[in-house]
């Protein structure tokens, strides 16, 4: 069984800077993106970003393209979203959630966040809050 668990999130000042981790346990090797997706009490989840641990491929949402970075580490089966510039927009539970086909399904041009049911494995959610 695959889980995915993140971690570090927390409560930061307006401007400042954050690190989230998510680590993958129980895959069973081949192809995986991590997508990373926010949801706000009352609003639809936003894919925000992704890295394929397999290719190294990135996706970014425009609402935080410039501000926050993706990356993986495929020998840790982890990946980490740096965000700086936060502002209280971008105050919500915060997931990772894994997908296990992206190449295959992309045809090799790597991870997308266009739709929610690609992603098959998700995280219990850590919570960002950007207080002013």
């Known amino acids: 069984e695959v889980q995915l668990a993140e971690s570090g999130g927390g409560l930061v000042q307006v401007g400042g800077s954050l690190t989230l981790s998510c680590a993958a346990s129980?895959?069973?090797?081949?192809?995986?993106?991590i997508g990373w997706f926010r949801q706000v009490p009352g609003k639809q989840r936003e894919g925000i970003a992704c890295?394929?641990?397999?290719?190294?491929?990135?996706y970014y949402a425009n609402s935080v393209k410039g501000r926050f970075s993706v990356s993986g580490d495929n020998a840790k089966n982890t990946a980490y979203l740096q965000m700086s510039g936060l502002t209280p927009e971008d105050t919500a539970v915060y997931f990772c959630?894994?997908?296990?086909?992206?190449?295959?399904?992309?045809?090799?041009?790597?991870?997308?966040?266009?739709?929610?049911?690609?992603?098959?494995?998700w995280g219990q959610g850590t919570q960002v809050t950007v207080s002013s």
């Open positions: 129980g895959l069973r090797g081949g192809e995986y993106a």
């Open positions: 890295v394929g641990l397999t290719d190294g491929s990135t």
């Open positions: 959630a894994g997908d296990p086909y992206y190449l295959d399904r992309s045809e090799g041009y790597g991870c997308h966040i266009s739709y929610e049911s690609d992603y098959l494995d």
